[in-house]
């Protein structure tokens, strides 16, 4: 009888330390779940923050585009100012010249730049 109390003991002794250890994991659990969550909520107004920027660079990027081919239409008619001005977008590396027409053939066209996103992650 004494070799069943004593195996009794055992099997509370270890009873105690896998509840320590189950609970230790369930609130570690519900850490990284909160921190996940903040985290969420953080790169969700991070976007939200860079969709007006991104949208108002894109009404810029159009009207610099506009100003640019107006620019090159007043340097192909003759005006003088236009055609310094060219020389130097084109110096910059604003304006590129047209590549050769074999260049054309053989190379992929550009891909323009599109929004990927369709918006912030939903839960």
């Given at each position: 009888m004494t070799h069943a109390s004593s195996e009794r003991v055992s099997m509370r002794q270890m009873l105690v330390?896998?509840?320590i250890m189950a609970f230790t994991m369930a609130l570690f659990f519900a850490f990284q779940m909160t921190q996940v969550m903040t985290d969420r909520d953080s790169l969700n107004q991070a976007f939200g923050r860079q969709e007006t920027s991104f949208t108002e660079s894109q009404?810029?990027?159009?009207?610099?585009?506009?100003?640019?081919?107006?620019?090159?239409?007043?340097?192909?008619?003759?005006?003088?100012?236009?055609?310094?001005?060219?020389?130097?977008?084109?110096?910059?590396?604003?304006?590129?010249?047209?590549?050769?027409?074999?260049?054309?053939?053989?190379?992929?066209?550009?891909?323009?730049?599109?929004?990927?996103?369709?918006?912030?992650?939903?839960?």
């Open positions: 330390p896998i509840v009404k810029l990027n159009t009207q610099f585009g506009g100003l640019v081919v107006g620019t090159q239409k007043l340097a192909q008619e003759g005006n003088k100012s236009a055609v310094e001005l060219e020389k130097k977008l084109k110096l910059i590396g604003v304006i590129q010249s047209p590549p050769s027409t074999s260049a054309q053939q053989t190379a992929p066209v550009p891909v323009a730049m599109e929004k990927k996103s369709n918006g912030p992650v939903k839960p």
